[in-house]
């Protein structure tokens, strides 16, 4: 994730090597017991559940608000989805798959904050979502520091093609949130719409919605673009209707042409534009474009 450092403050943490384990260090594994998973080491039978468990929600708990987690995948400490599950320390078998213990309490305390593996992030459609989340997350935060109504509803506007391309019925709730009829203060609004924003982003767009706004857009400055132009919009919309191209380039393109004819209602749009230039143009490797 260096391709990240020049727009984020990174906060590395090695949870295992906090509760005492050297590098490089024997394999530990996830257990199932009758009171829960425990973290265990079987070359040296060390149970480290009680540190893990104490270091993470101690470290997690200490932090002041962070905008998105990138954590390892498969890792008994860190992987979110992907760690095996072992009905004991020396068998060969796993019972199932599921998230390791500092990644469980990152869930428990930041719920539906950006959060992902850095083998996922491989794949086109999995990036984009998680850099437009933790990139909107992070203007939020700037919004809310103004601690003004206005910053909001501003911030509201300009991803509101954004929301609604994601979650339409999120979207009216916020609508709502930023309406001149609310009338508590910002604080509270503020607290509300991050809960709603986080839904949102809960999952990624569907595919049709995403071809839907870029067919929006499209349609605001057709009449104005050449025979060539027209062309290739629809051969690469058709690639991104069939998930065999990233939506990232067609969105960069219809940004181009709306800056070019000035369509003020579009153009400013964060949709467009969600995060960072230089990161659209990541190459993608695995399985997925726009699944």
Known sequence: MAVLLPWIDPLPVCPEEAVGLGTPRDPLRLVRHPDGDHMVQPSTGIDVTPDMVRFSHT???????????????????????????????ESSSILGRGAG?????????????????EQRLHQAAIRDHFFTALFTRARLRQARSQACRSALADFHHRHRLLFLTANQRRTHRLDRLVAPEESRSPA????????????????????????????????????????EEVRRFREEWIKVSRGTQPVTGLRRQ??????????????????????PRELEALPATGEGMNA
Do not use: H, M
């Open 101 to 117: 213990l500092f990644a469980r309490e990152v869930k428990r305390v930041f719920p539906g904050i950006p959060l992902e593996d």
């Open 188 to 227: 509270a609004v503020f607290r509300d719409y991050d809960r709603e924003l986080a839904g949102v982003f809960a999952r990624r767009p569907r595919l049709q919605s995403q071809c839907n706004t870029l067919e929006l857009a499209f349609r605001s400055v057709s009449k104005r673009l050449s025979r």
């Open 59 to 89: 470290f997690l708990n200490g932090l002041r608000e962070i905008d998105g987690v990138v954590l390892k995948s498969r890792s008994p400490s860190c992987g979110i989805r992907d760690t095996k599950i072992f009905p004991g320390k």
């Open 254 to 275: 219809l940004a181009s042409w709306l800056d070019r004819y000035d369509v003020s209602d579009l153009r400013d749009q964060v949709y467009f534009r969600p995060y």
